[in-house]
Structure formats: structure tokens, C-alpha cells
């Protein structure tokens, strides 16, 4: 059972390049989410998504997209990647939205725009 | 005001010590809550839910006081291996996380 992986782990992405983060659950989950977590911060979420073809920006979305075209799959598109946008990133999911078993993250891709 | 605020730290103990970790929030429609555990920038994981009776599990106890908008989290008998920053988290559709804090036990 993988729960929720993602790719890549690290990446160091020169200013103005673009990528797409990785994201994908087997766990049947509907509800997905991409946070960023700056240091000596929490995290903050970027988008959401609350089942296949539905998504919404979070508190952060300006520089990112996201598409959701099955339950699995959630990728993160980066477009003219800037230094501000050095972070690590989560991906997680949850069955409900309110849930007492909370989220499940992946392990995370750490960025680094130079 | 922040969301969701939590303790500044860190917090330095003694291997034995009891530690209370504090965290307010500021959406009275808030409707789940949690504290998450997060090692050295990993992912966090969840500790535990915290419910309106308080909860324990273990050497950790939660509380949760919706009339002040307040959680806390005690830790008795603090382990090396709990050292970790501690998460506050408060939820109504999606999860809003406080900025965390700090702990290192110490032997």
C-alpha cells in the first residue's frame, strides 16, 4: 500500500524554467491537496481538489496549476519558475473533508529555484 | 490574526520533563482538530484528533476549548524521540495548519 507518492524528491529549476510536481494516490481518495512549507513556517495550501475534474486555489495559488483528470492523479504545474517559489512541497489526501484520520502527505519534493 | 497560532519556540527539556504546547484559532466554525508531529522536514503525520472531552493516547494528552477557541497538547514523561516540531491543525472543509513548534528533549 503506497499511499501518497511523489515526484520528484528534489529538483533545482533555473529562473523562468517551468515543471510539473507529481502526485499520485491509491487509496481512493477524493479529496487532494498541494501545500508548500517555507522555512520555520507551516504550511500553506496552494490548490485543492475535491474529486476528478473539480479543483479550487487555497491561500497561495499565484505562479501554480493544477489539473485533476482521474482520483489518482494530482500533478502541480510550475509556469516561469521564480526564487520565491523555493520550497518544500506536499501532496496530500483524505477520503472526507472532515475527517478524524486527518490527511495522508507524501514525502514531499524539494525545490530550489536559482 | 493568523488562522491558526501556535506557541513560539523552541522548547528545551530534560528527558522526564512534562511539556504543554499551546495553540489558538480564530475560526469559531472550525470543526475538526488535530495536532501533527513533523521530523527534521519531512511530512508531517498525525498524532492525534482532539476532541471536545479531551483525549489521550499514552503520555499525550489533547484538549480542546471551543468557548476560548483553544488546543493544547501535554506531553509527560518526555523521550528523546520526541523531539520534533508539533503542528497545530484546525479544519472545516480543508485543513489549516499553525506554523508549529519546536521541541528538543535533551538527556
Known amino acids: 500500500n503506497a499511499g501518497v507518492t511523489q515526484t520528484p524528491k528534489f529538483r533545482i529549476l533555473k529562473i523562468g524554467q517551468s515543471m510539473t510536481l507529481q502526485c499520485t494516490q491509491d487509496m481512493n481518495h477524493n479529496y487532494m491537496y498541494w501545500y508548500r512549507q517555507d522555512p520555520g513556517m507551516g504550511l500553506k495550501l496552494i490548490y485543492y481538489?475535491?474529486?476528478?475534474?473539480?479543483?479550487d486555489k487555497g491561500e497561495v495559488p499565484n505562479g501554480y496549476n493544477v489539473s485533476r483528470s482521474t482520483t489518482e492523479d494530482f500533478p502541480l504545474r510550475l509556469e516561469l519558475a521564480a526564487p520565491s517559489q523555493t520550497s518544500v512541497y506536499f501532496c496530500?489526501?483524505?477520503?472526507?473533508?472532515?475527517?478524524?484520520?486527518?490527511?495522508?502527505f507524501g514525502s514531499g519534493t524539494r525545490l530550489t529555484v536559482v | 490574526r493568523k488562522e491558526v497560532e501556535q506557541d513560539p519556540g523552541p522548547f528545551n527539556v530534560p528527558e522526564g520533563a512534562t511539556v504543554a504546547f499551546n495553540c489558538t484559532y480564530s475560526?469559531?466554525?472550525?470543526?475538526?482538530f488535530f495536532w501533527y508531529r513533523q521530523d527534521c522536514r519531512k511530512e508531517p503525520k498525525l498524532l492525534m484528533s482532539?476532541?471536545?472531552s479531551g483525549n489521550e493516547d499514552g503520555r499525550f494528552t489533547a484538549q480542546l476549548n471551543r468557548a476560548s477557541q483553544y488546543i493544547s497538547l501535554l506531553i509527560r514523561d518526555s523521550k528523546l524521540s520526541d523531539s520534533a516540531t508539533y503542528l497545530c491543525v484546525v479544519g472545516g472543509g480543508k485543513l489549516i495548519f499553525g506554523q508549529g513548534t519546536e521541541l528538543s528533549v535533551k538527556p
Open positions: 481538489s475535491v474529486g476528478a475534474g473539480i479543483t
Open positions: 475560526n469559531s466554525a472550525s470543526q475538526s
Open positions: 482532539v476532541y471536545s
Open positions: 496530500a489526501s483524505s477520503y472526507r473533508s472532515i475527517s478524524s484520520y486527518g490527511y495522508t
